[in-house]
């Protein structure tokens, strides 16, 4: 059903929890908030395990522990809390008797290890030390082994402080990644890890990296995702493979799809059936539309054969698949629009149907028998929580922010549906301020994703990934709109891939069209206007700009707008070369969509750029460049270098100069008189 009045939304609002003393959220509110994830029921059900990460101020950084939850809400403990040292990945060993996590506490030199600690808490042992650190690990079912994915040692013992720094050897195809940086040939290798005598053996080796461990039911096998083919580095074909847990084994492949199966950047690790036949796995899309593509449910026989799609009509992200306990169902995440939701499918195939849904976004679960159900989930006003969900029926059981949300003011949050300017039917997000007139026209700023493969959904979003915040723009005196123009992911392959080697056309004229349907309805004062985002949401912003003058201001991150730069320069080598070809067989396409560099004499809003100089993901060079050009043409604009920074903000330092820029940025062109 579609949704185009204003006057229509009440149906479909949410208004923000009310308090007396509450007021509106700031950033301290902000560095405030409590994230929770990483939900894990116990094998019995009795209990749930989390993780919550936290601002610490005084150390600029962040701290993450570990709590424990029962699953009848009658007991919440802290099972970590050293302070300076965090704890990830928590983990049920199969008994319930004891969890494990990894970690990098003082004596692991930097790298993570894996601990294990009694479930009642204590004092935690460490169970491995192995130089290069520990990505991820899976528990074999019998509790004798854990697979572990270790990432190589580094070469040669660390050079004396005052010794120069040995050359960086490169030679494979892509050499760089955002944090990692350079890319040389140490790689994450599976390992076997004998939990009676805590040695490691070290189960593959060669020019792969292996990833998403999960044992067999039997605790004879593992599955894990690599790419096992000459020249990997060329190509996104990520594949299932199969190995023995014992020395020597040789790996075999289990799928063959020429694309991608299990990508490690879905975070999907393979799923096997209780009775160990059968493995279900997240199966991407056509190879030429890369992220483009809409990612399917697929199972595939533990014994090898043809893998079979569950979901080939559902046309939406699937995600994190998992078996019922009695092996008659299959339980994953759909990613639609503005939302996500747990579906459950038949493990023979036929028609989804919903467990959880609603106007919110399901980021994870875990079940045990008797099918209970931990679901993290965020809503529009609510903060990411833990739920228990049993048989329909669902209640809070972390409410690690509900102090925090009592405090609080939040904007009133309205889903929006309009037509762009060739009749495509745009969705998006509108959010009035606290104390909002109807009526009353508003100073309005649009918020634009990162991505451009993702969307802005039903969810308070505090993680800033997409850099702007809606709630504290809105908190500010701002009408927000948060819009998901084509290329975003929720609608579909065909709304995805609309964009497909064609950046900054079809998506701006969809942006535009959230600002003209603002204003018809007398919510957007058309001679306020503000414009921002981070990644491609700054990239869009640029595009924008590049081609519409209405915008007063405009806040631009980590973005590349001459696109002949990053060639070679950041990470994206294989997606470049597939969507648009090398930019000297196809010099037409890079030129065509690097307009707002090659024609920067057409933008004349003032522009904020920011970024990291660590960047390998969007380098900084991008950023100076536009800033460059705008500066030459006596366009008014700024360059903000965060030093040490990667493509996404982790310091709570920069988290709050930066949006306290975007603030005074803002407020000094877009609420100033003409």
């Known amino acids: 059903m579609k949704r185009h009045a204003f006057t229509a939304m009440a149906l479909c609002l949410l208004a923000a929890p009310s308090a007396l003393a509450a007021h ?15 939900p894990q029921i116990s094998p019995t059900g009795d209990a749930v395990l989390y ?13 993450t522990h570990i709590w424990l939850t029962r699953w009848d809400a009658t007991q919440t403990i802290q099972l970590t809390s050293r302070p300076k040292e965090s704890e990830t990945d928590p983990r049920w060993r199969p008994d319930g008797q004891a969890i494990t996590f990894l970690s990098d506490r003082a004596g692991t030199d930097g790298e993570s290890q894996l601990w294990q600690m009694n479930r009642a808490g204590g004092e935690a042992e460490k169970l491995t030390n192995l130089p290069g650190g520990i990505d991820a690990y899976a528990w074999a079912p019998d509790t004798r082994h854990i697979a572990l994915i270790v990432m190589d040692p580094p070469p040669a013992p660390k050079p004396a402080e005052d010794a120069p720094p040995k050359p960086i050897v490169i030679d494979r195809f892509q050499f760089k990644q955002d944090i990692e940086g350079y890319l040389t040939n140490r790689r994450h290798h599976l390992y076997l890890f004998d939990t009676a005598t805590h040695r490691a053996t070290q189960l593959l080796t060669g020019p792969y990296d292996e990833a998403l461990p999960a044992f067999s039911p039997d605790s004879r096998q593992i599955a894990f995702v690599s790419k096992r083919q000459p020249n990997a580095d060329r190509d996104g074909n990520w594949a299932i493979y199969l190995i023995d847990a014992k020395a020597g084994a ?10 991608t199966d299990a990508d490690p950047d879905w975070q999907s690790p393979p799923a096997w059936s209780p009775d160990a036949t059968k493995i279900a796995y997240v199966h991407g899309g056509p190879k030429k539309l890369i992220e483009y593509g809409v990612r399917s449910l697929a199972i595939v026989p533990a014994s090898g054969g043809p893998a079979r799609v569950l979901t080939p009509t559902l046309d939406r992200n699937v995600s994190a698949p998992a078996w019922s ?25 036929g028609v ?8 919110r976004v399901v980021l994870g679960f875990s079940e045990a028998p008797e099918g209970k159900i931990a679901l993290l989930a965020g809503q529009p006003t609510v903060p990411d929580e833990i739920y228990a969900w049993h048989q329909g029926t669902e209640r809070p059981l972390s409410q690690r922010n509900a102090a925090w949300l009592s405090q609080i003011q939040l904007a009133t949050v309205h889903d929006i549906a309009f037509p762009s300017a060739d009749g495509t039917d745009i969705h998006g997000i509108l959010l009035t301020p606290p104390g909002y007139i109807a009526g009353r026209k508003y100073p309005s700023i649009l918020v634009l994703h990162g991505g451009p493969q993702d969307q802005l959904d039903d969810r308070l979003d505090f993680d800033l990934d997409y850099y702007l915040s809606p709630q504290v723009l809105a908190a500010h005196g701002y009408v927000v709109l948060a819009v998901n123009p084509r290329g975003s992911t929720g609608r579909g392959q065909a709304f995805s891939a609309a964009i497909y080697a064609d950046w900054g056309h079809k998506d701006a004229q969809d942006v535009l069209a959230a600002v003209d349907y603002a204003v018809r309805q007398g919510i957007a004062d058309p001679a306020h206007l503000g414009i921002g985002g981070w990644s491609y949401g700054g990239m869009l ?20 707008s001459n696109i002949l730069a990053g060639y070679g320069t950041d990470e994206y080598v294989r997606d470049y070369e597939a969507e648009l070809g090398t930019p000297w067989a196809n010099t037409a396409a890079w030129e065509k969509i690097s307009f707002p560099f090659l024609h920067a004499d057409r933008i004349t809003t003032p522009t904020l750029f920011m970024g990291g100089d660590k960047d390998d993901n969007v380098p900084l060079l991008n950023q100076e460049q536009m800033y460059q050009a705008l500066r030459s043409r006596n366009v008014e604009t700024q360059l903000i270098i965060y030093p040490g920074s990667f493509h996404v903000q ?13 603030l005074a940025w803002f407020d000094g062109h877009v609420l100033a008189k003409h």
């Open 24 to 38: 509106k959220i700031t950033i301290d509110d902000i560095l405030a908030l409590q994230d929770v994830t990483q």
């Open 51 to 63: 993780q919550v990460e936290t601002p610490n101020l005084a150390a600029d950084d962040t701290d």
């Open 250 to 259: 040789k790996p075999r492949a289990l799928t063959n799809f020429d694309g």
């Open 325 to 349: 306990p009695d092996g008659q169902q299959i339980r994953f995440l759909v990613e639609d629009d503005r939302a996500d939701y747990l579906a459950s499918i038949d493990a023979n195939g």
């Open 352 to 359: 989804p149907r919903t467990l959880a849904g609603g106007r």
């Open 541 to 560: 912003t640029n595009y924008v700009i590049a081609q519409d003058h209405r915008f007063r201001a405009a806040t631009s991150g980590a973005s590349i």
């Open 650 to 662: 982790t310091r709570p330092s920069y988290i709050r100069d930066r949006t306290e820029r975007d």
